[in-house]
């Protein structure tokens, strides 16, 4: 482009620099060479400015400002740091002038050479630069460079900064989706059709995994409401901190779980939630993502929630553990407060691999429960690995939990112990699913402290175990399996082999010894041809002592609370589902019927039934043979909940519902730890739904 039609507006240009805060001597061209110390660093700006001048070749139609971020070096090499320009041809124009400046004397201090950092304005068209340093007349000559060479200047670095417009990334990220059974279902029919490489029993699920099936962007901009003001915008659609840069972008979210509601009979007025907490999240290119969510809270429930609370209370005078969630202190003189924070790390270097460094919870299934690990317990640290490739999703948490029995208290400090877990899907073909699972706890006992023999993350934990020594820790062998019919009916099971004697087994004497869990369960993906409506029966049994252990420091549990299903051992339980969802619209529908073998726990009758899963398996067992589920004081359990709602913003998942739970609890004999109930609990609240809260005990 000719010169003619260049003019060269540096009338508003400034070279900012920050050659180390010290620095007295700016970097020389030949032609400042003879420059007093007090006209060197004007000389200096004003070559640049000629420099770039004489040499920029706008690209065509372009018109626009134009900021670079560079330095001299201490050889006196020219380098640009940064451009902010908004032509992508302009900015490779911008570098390749900065790299052809010729190489000057460098900045010096104390008569050291050093490097010198500037920031550099110009506008195109271009104009001369020794234009605009001719005065007018009746003018004051202009100076074309403000000089702050010294410490006491700013950068403008910060100020510089282009922001692009959020487009939620967190779509295609490897970000997870916080498990919740309501925000699950709305895409639970799309990873489950007949031919899909997916697998299902793995959660939490993250973002990329699922927008391989299922649009979850597009499904909620299809929600979006039309609001003009910030405020409609943030309450109705919108994260309330949103900021994506180049390659990194992260969100900011107030979290509430706030509910009130009536509980009978009792003597206390109401129940009530008090939530309040923050959330961010975010990525920094498509390798890490990262996620932060810290509550605080405080509650009263329904009788029997509170007394399961506090019947898993820890030591050291907390009044309960809120299940699900953690240790509880008391809050004035009826209620509980009780924090809780959950973080990750996700570092995924290709499409096959990511690593994950956590404080949360995980679940393996394809059901509402899970006999091989639950995310109804209390977050717990964490560090995994998921393999993903050909037909296979490979799986290793290596985890580290806490008992918090006064028996394993020590100086105020609850005892530790490590579970290591494999868990391997396998898509056999377009309808069959089998997953393989293993795991082994161990304790700090002995001194053994983290067993190095279990990081290996192909390896059969079993016989691992057994070669440290069977005593010292408890392994599980797990199986999964789902069988799809169609794309809208699928069959899913797990069995849990905890232990077992294959004589014992033969002899059909129903040993104590044969300690097994199965799970078996149907789910109709928009039943009866009305979309979105899904229905689901699950069946449970386990035998008793399923999930204890000799030691009890190395049973199945973290907090007082099963890993596994959250009734622990010696229970059986059938439970039916409904959901149904339409735009922002939600309801749901479960009934559980149960019976549990419980102890009697009166000095006429003190022993372990196995339904405790916090007692040794060789504490006073009543018999060896003949062991059946149920046994002990049976009892009946049989549970309503019912929930509708309405999603106030799809991004942050806030929604505001009604809730109802019947339970009736009804044991063969009551005594003083076990009495007969029946509850009424009716609820309204406003809760962001980022993890699943259990009330069916």
Sequence with gaps: MKKAILLFSLFGAILYGNAQSYSQNPPLF???????????????????QRFVYQNYKAPEKFQ?????????????????????????????????????????????????????????????????????????????????????????????????????????????????????????????WALNKVGANSHTSSKPYSFSEVSNYYNMREVNEKQMIAKKSW????????????????????????????????????????????????????????????????????????????????????????PATIPGVGIAKDFKTDAFDF????????????????????????????????????????????????????????????????DTRPEATVDGTYATKFVASHYLSWNVNSRLNLGFFESVVWSKQNDRGFDMSFVNPIIFYRAVEFSSSSKSGNALLGLTGKYKFSNSINLYGQFLLDEFS??????????????????????????????????????????????????????????NQSLGHQWGGNTQELIAIARYVKGRYYASAKLHYGIRGLDYNTTDNNYNYGG????????????NEGVVVGQGNKTTIMIADIQAGYTLNPTTNLKVFANFIYRNFNPTTVTAAVADSSTSW????????????????
């Design 231 to 318: 405020w409609g915008r943030k309450l109705w659609n919108e994260d309330l901190v949103a900021i994506q840069g180049d390659d990194y972008w992260f969100t900011l979210n107030p979290v509430f779980d706030l509910q009130a509601g009536v509980n009978t009979p009792s003597k206390k007025e109401f129940t009530y939630v008090n939530t309040r907490g923050i959330q961010i999240r975010g990525g920094l290119g498509k390798e890490v993502n990262f996620s932060a969510t810290i509550f605080e809270s405080q509650g009263r429930f329904a009788d029997y929630f509170n007394n399961y609370a506090r019947s898993i209370a820890p030591s050291g005078g907390n």
């Design 339 to 402: 924090p809780m924070a959950e973080a990750y790390i996700n570092y995924a270097p290709g499409k096959h691999v990511s690593f994950q460094l956590g404080h949360g919870r995980n679940f393996i299934g394809d059901g509402y429960r899970s006999l091989l690990l639950t995310d109804g317990v209390s977050p717990y640290p964490y560090f995994k690995i998921n393999t993903t490739f050909w037909k296979i999703k490979y799986t290793n948490l290596y985890t580290w939990m806490k």
């Design 502 to 559: 294959l004589g014992e087994m033969r002899s059909g004497k129903r040993s104590w010894k044969n300690k097994f869990a199965y799970q078996m369960g149907l789910k109709y993906y928009n039943a009866f041809d009305v979309n979105n409506l899904t229905l689901q029966l699950e069946y449970n049994f386990i035998r008793p002592y399923v999930y204890s252990h000799s030691n009890v420091l190395t049973n199945y549990g973290n907090s």
């Design 30 to 48: 030949p032609n400042c060479a003879t420059a007093s110390e007090q006209e060197a660093q004007s000389c200096f700006d004003r070559e640049v």
């Design 612 to 623: 405790n899963i916090y007692l040794s398996y060789n504490n006073e067992r009543p018999f």
């Design 64 to 188: 626009g400002t134009i900021i670079v971020l560079f330095e001299v070096n201490d050889q006196g090499k020219f380098k640009p740091l940064y451009i902010d320009c908004s032509d992508e041809k302009a900015t490779e124009e911008t570098k390749r002038v900065f790299d052809a400046l010729p190489q000057v004397k460098p900045a010096t201090f104390s008569g050291k050479p050093t490097y010198a950092k500037y920031t550099l304005r110009f506008t195109v068209p271009l104009q001369n630069p020794d234009d605009l340093a001719k005065p007018k007349e009746n003018e004051a000559p202009k100076t074309t460079a403000a000089t702050v060479f010294n410490k006491d200047v700013e950068l403008k670095e910060l100020d510089s900064m282009v922001y692009q417009k959020f487009s939620q990334p967190q779509y295609e990220s490897r970000l997870n989706i916080p498990i919740s059974h309501q925000m699950y279902s709305t895409f639970d």
């Design 682 to 697: 009716f609820t309204l609240g406003i809760r962001t739904d980022i993890f699943n809260w259990y009330f069916d005990y």
